[in-house]
């Protein structure tokens, strides 16, 4: 049987395009389960996973949770508010204590960068990263793959734009990894404040003009704008952010084509997407959400055989 080449999903990064291929037909299966009546399959019943989340989540969470009982998986779920890393733990002695109860595999959201690197040197648990601060996202790259791939047929060949807040975005350097390890031609357009210099260096075009990234693209993946990760003011407000880099229906009007719309969420209705776009038939952000589930089904199944 086909395996991983990684014991843990830390990134994008670490995968191999065969890698990437695997999960993505692992969920096809998965996804196919989910729409029988009986949406469980035994196949993680001997495994204990804890999802640990240090930072806010509502579709991360509840995607690997839903992917964990459907796998029949033993679950626990710890939130750092409430818990005792706030009488001053650390994160080791906090991951090490939830492993002392026979835990098998960790799925962490952090909000420093490399947290769960960090881990997988100390712990002998399989880690799924469910996002590092402005690092990485890997399972929400591989389920808009999954995404584009059910909607446009494959990934390889097509032109994808990344739009919005890419400085502060793990979707965004996820996506570009395993969006050319795919094949896909890949572009960012935002403000010029809010795109990291080193990206050039990644192959990745750069567009400064909202109208000539969509009509380059097939697909626009937009990025929420992170006020809560933002220091400084990159650019002077909400609105006119709207006026220069929000996608309204005026703006796909305009194009030749229709191109697909895509959105990790949270949406800030009227600011990235206006609700005409974000509620209409270019978006795909449900199928995403929807895929999630099969797209984390497949990256459990695959690491727990490793554990077997
Ligand atoms: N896409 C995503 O990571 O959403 P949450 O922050 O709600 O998990």
Known sequence: MPQLSTRNLLGIKDLTPKDITLILETADHFKEVLSRPIKK???LRDITIAN????????TRL?????????????????????????????LDTVNNIL??????IVMRHSSVG????????IPARIVNAGDGTHEHPTQALLDSFSIRERLGEVGGKKVAIIGDISHSRVALSNIFALQKQGAEVAVCG???LIPKYLHKLGVKVFSNIQKTLEWCDVANVLRIQLERQTSRNFPSLREYALYF???????????????VMHPGP???GVELTSDVADSEHAIILDQVENGVAVRMAVLYLLAQQIR
């Open 246 to 260: 929000g996608i309204n229906r005026e703006r796909l009007e305009k194009l030749d084509k229709q191109i697909v």
């Open 267 to 269: 949406i800030n209705r």
């Open 52 to 59: 640990i989340f240090f930072e806010n989540s509502t579709r």
């Open 41 to 43: 399959v035994p196949s």
């Open 100 to 105: 002392a109860m026979k835990v098998d595999m």
């Open 191 to 193: 403000p010029l404040t």
């Open 115 to 122: 947290a769960p690197h960090f881990l997988s040197k100390h």
């Open 63 to 91: 995607s690997f949770e839903l992917a964990e009982k459907r796998l029949s998986a033993d679950t626990m779920s710890f939130s750092a508010s409430g818990s005792s890393v706030k009488k001053g733990e650390t994160l």
